[in-house]
């Protein structure tokens, strides 16, 4: 039928613990749940929506654009290369004993590069500890800050075994002290890890660890999944406090 609506399908995998999260950002994008299947460590759920319909009006538009603006770079380059001459003739020369601007040292660059950022001196990172996990604001994060090291006062919100190891884990980390019961902040994720891994620190270092421990984590930052909600993270150190 003419009238029948089309569907697109889409298949996201959660941590259990972070459904609910899942679920609200992908139906404020218009996605439809259609069915949840649960195991022991993950979700599987799946979505719908209707597809757009795309009038060919503006799909010829679309392709025709490529073409405009190949023959608008043409004329731009050749315009340029026939002024590119006299614009070497009008460029004044560096005086003699003038110093070109200096170039960031190699030492203000790993300055930057190992800075630790922190609530206390990143106020976006501040800000981020306290916003949703499906926040905007977690990708722009991860997408600045990549490969750079965080630090922050948090808990183990979920912790189970990755796969079949049962020496490897899964840990779910929010920032604050309440464990599983973390509603605000990012839902940081630290995948396939042992607890020697976490490379713990401290006063009293506990045996184990589980679900609902409090440390100062400080970890790497990666990738940010915007379908699940989880920002990745790999551990640099865990101090007990």
Known sequence: MADEIKYEYKTVQTVRGTD?????????????LV?????????TLNFRRPK???????????AAVPVILAIVIGVASALSHGGEKKDRADKPAVAAGEKPSA?????ATKSAATKVITPQNDPKFAALLKADSCDDANLDFATRHKGQTIAFNGSIVNMTPHGD???RYDFLLGPGDKGPNTTVGPAFKYENVNTSDLRLTG???PATVGTGDKFHFVAKVGEFNADQCLFFLEPISTETR
């Open 35 to 43: 069915e949840q299947a649960q195991g022991k460590l993950r979700s």
């Open 20 to 32: 609910g999260l899942v679920i609200s950002k992908m139906q404020k994008d218009g996605w439809e």
């Open 103 to 107: 170039a960031p040292t190699p030492s």
């Open 203 to 205: 006063k009293n270092i």
């Open 52 to 62: 757009k319909p795309q009038p060919w009006l503006l799909i010829g538009v679309a």
């Open 165 to 167: 190891y049962d020496t």
